[in-house]
Each structure stands twice: as C-alpha cells, then as structure tokens.
C-alpha cells in the first residue's frame, strides 16, 4: 500500500481518533443485539464523551431503559471517508466500545475502550489519551478543501507530484488528494491494479486554514523549482499520441 516517500511528523492516534470522531457525520450503534445507523445525530465533548440524539421508537433507547442501572454495553464504529473519491475511500473506522446513559432525552456513551484500524493495522488508544487529545485543526474544514483542490486546482495536483520521488510514480494513472493535517498533504497515487500513498511534509505546522494556505504555496514553490517527473511525462506523451 505504502510507497517509498519518507514520511514524517503526522498526527499521533489519539489525535487521528478524536480527527475522526470530529469530522464524522453519521455512526453505526451496536447495543443489545440491535445495531442502528445514525445520520447527524451526535455531538462530542471535550473529553470524547458523545452524544446520541435518538427517536422514541429507537431500539436502542429500549435497550437503555431496559438495562440494570439504566447502562447497557454497546459499541459505536465512525468511518472515516476520503473526501475525494479514491480507490479504498474509507481511511480509517474508529470503534468505541463503552456504556449508554439516558440524560437530558438523549443518549451520553462514555466509552471504556477505543480502536483506531487504519491501512497499517489497528491500534488501542488510551483512555486518558483519546479524553485529552484534541482534533487536528483542519479536520472539520478538511472535506471542503480537499474537494476544492482536487475539482478546482488538478493543475496544483499535478505540480506537486514533482516532489514525490520518481519509482513512486512508476506507472502512475492518477494522482489525487487523499488527506491533509495540520503536519502535511497525502496524495494517493493510483496504478492500475494497485496504489500507495505519498506523504508531502509542511515546513512548519499549520494551525488553520489561513496557515495551510502559506504551506501549500511553500509546497508549490518547491515544486516549481522540481522538474517534471519522467513517469508523468511518459504518461502525457502515451495520452496525446
């Protein structure tokens, strides 16, 4: 899946979790046999805690009113999808084993064990960890700017490939904009039968949009002074003959 970009400060997985809990618009609740799906429905506090607004009907507040003390055990899983279509679009799920409790005509779920599973492979988060880690800064905004980069700027796409070493590229069809973080901007570099991603680092952190605007043109700038990569001049010249 990799490809042989090296890679370099990126979030941590507390941050990665509490960036997908954040972005996240809908969930899947497993509680008492039942599983439910939920389309805008959460809410998360500062200390990971979520929030479920549920109907009357729900099977799940059935089973939280029913349950001894009122907390039964369930799960809650978060996709993280890639805002761009890509080749294997979901980046990550999180899984929030924990309880239920009824408060204030909502559900709060405080969770006892969290799991990050990524492409790398799966990884526990600590508790104390996921309650104090905070989302990247760009992760609420980071749907919309990578839409826009890749719908309205290809050209900008193009030209950073010039920063990613040539035997990543070999036998490249596209390259699209996978991820980006306050660390850097992830591209997904597809061939035809496989793919791998590729890591471009920011020269300092970028805290909001207004940073990662800076960081991008540092980022183009380098890749002005890069020339063009032979795989992608191959691949121009097999397109216009």
Do not use: K
């Amino acid at each position: 899946m990799g490809d042989t970009q090296d890679w370099t400060a990126a979030p941590g997985a507390a941050q990665r979790a509490r960036s997908v809990l954040a972005a996240a618009w809908s969930c899947a609740v497993t509680a008492d046999g039942a599983r439910e799906e939920y389309v805008g429905a959460h809410t998360v506090a500062d200390d990971g805690t979520v929030r479920l607004a549920v109907p009357d009907d729900s099977a799940l507040l059935t089973a939280v009113v029913c349950a001894p003390r009122q907390e039964p055990s369930a799960m809650m899983e978060f996709a993280d999808v890639a805002p761009v279509p890509v080749r294997s679009r979901i980046r990550a799920r999180l899984y929030l084993a924990g309880w239920f409790a009824a408060d204030r005509g909502d559900l709060l779920f405080r969770p006892t064990r969290v799991v990050l599973r990524e492409s790398c492979g799966a990884v526990v988060v600590g508790l104390d960890e996921f309650a104090e880690a905070r989302p990247d800064p760009l992760a609420t905004a980071e749907a919309r700017l990578l839409t826009h980069l890749a719908d309205a700027h290809p050209d900008a796409v193009e030209r950073l490939t010039r920063l990613v070493r040539p035997e990543s590229l070999h036998a490249v069809t596209r390259v699209l904009p996978l991820a980006v973080d306050r660390h850097g901007l992830t591209l997904r570099i597809e061939r035809t039968r496989a793919h791998g991603d590729v890591r471009l680092p920011f020269h300092a952190p970028a805290d909001d949009v207004a940073q990662l605007t800076e960081r991008m043109h540092a980022l183009l700038t380098q890749a002005a002074a890069a020339g063009c990569p032979r795989a992608l001049q191959r691949q121009r010249a097999d397109g216009d003959g």
